[in-house]
């Protein structure tokens, strides 16, 4: 049975992020650990970079090419690119909680938010330190620094669109951001789904229809049933219709 690979988002662990999920899976789940995150000792001077190859080797560990599913703006990008470097070996790819419409710099611009709200508030330090230890500071301002110096590259619509296997967007209907990332990435040939209810952690809001919405995408793949291969079915019959141009002797 195919398996789903799990990816968290930054800040965030496997458990902190999916842990409601963990009893609804009906196929086998592989959770991946990004280096810094949680009880991981690793920090390395590239975090995300590191993350990349992380998921690509239990991408390639799988006896089947399993799902890869990545979670938030870090999670995504983490997933997607492991998933880029290792195409023929993943059945498919979910990215939830992302917007296509949101830019690096406004992600810059949010990160920097996020890190003088942690500085000034003594419980969030508290937070972080006890979930990821002292050098939490140090792993966030590493991935801020990724952003600007192209270690750490966004997903965007064209990446959807090149990366050669099925593609779902599970996003939550609270954030404006993210419903109106339904556009582009449809444009892109991904599948989508909004999850009611719920804002930019589905699989921690909706547990159930993340969980399902996961597998029934995997099913569907298997099934050939995703606007990523009704393309290639569009593409495929166009091409067989072009007349075949004759030749000099107008055969």
């Given at each position: ?167 779902l967007l599970i996003n939550g209907a609270l954030l404006e951001n993210e ?18 209810g719920a804002g930019h952690l589905v699989p921690q809001d909706s547990p ?18 995703t606007v990523f291969h009704e393309r290639r079915r569009v593409a495929e ?15």
């Amino acid at each position: 049975m195919r398996s789903v690979v799990l990816v968290h988002g930054l800040m965030g662990t496997v458990t902190a992020h999916y842990e409601r999920c963990r009893e609804l899976w009906t196929h086998p789940v592989v959770e991946v650990g990004l280096p810094g995150h949680g009880l991981d000792e690793q920090l390395p001077e590239h975090p995300a970079r590191a993350a990349v190859r992380r998921v690509h080797d239990a991408i390639l560990a799988q006896p089947e090419p399993p799902v890869v599913v990545g979670l938030s703006y870090l999670g995504a990008a983490v997933a997607l690119r492991a998933a880029e470097s290792v195409a023929e070996s993943v059945h498919g790819v979910v990215i939830s909680g992302y917007s296509l419409i949101v830019s690096p710099k406004t992600l810059r611009l949010w990160l920097a938010g996020f890190t003088r709200m942690a500085a000034e508030q003594h419980r969030t330090r508290e937070y972080l330190a006890g979930l990821h230890g002292p050098e939490w500071e140090r792993l966030l301002a590493s991935t801020v620094a990724e952003l600007d110096d192209g270690c750490l590259i966004l997903p965007q619509q064209q990446d959807i669109e090149s990366l050669g296997t099925p593609v779902l967007l599970i996003n939550g209907a609270l954030l404006e951001n993210e419903r109106l990332a339904v556009q582009p990435a449809v444009e892109a040939g991904a599948d989508v789904a909004i999850v009611g209810g719920a804002g930019h952690l589905v699989p921690q809001d909706s547990p159930r229809a993340f969980v399902a919405g996961v597998e029934e995408f995997l099913d569907r793949v298997s099934e050939r049933r995703t606007v990523f291969h009704e393309r290639r079915r569009v593409a495929e019959r166009a091409a067989s219709a072009r007349p075949v141009p004759a030749g000099r002797d107008g055969v």
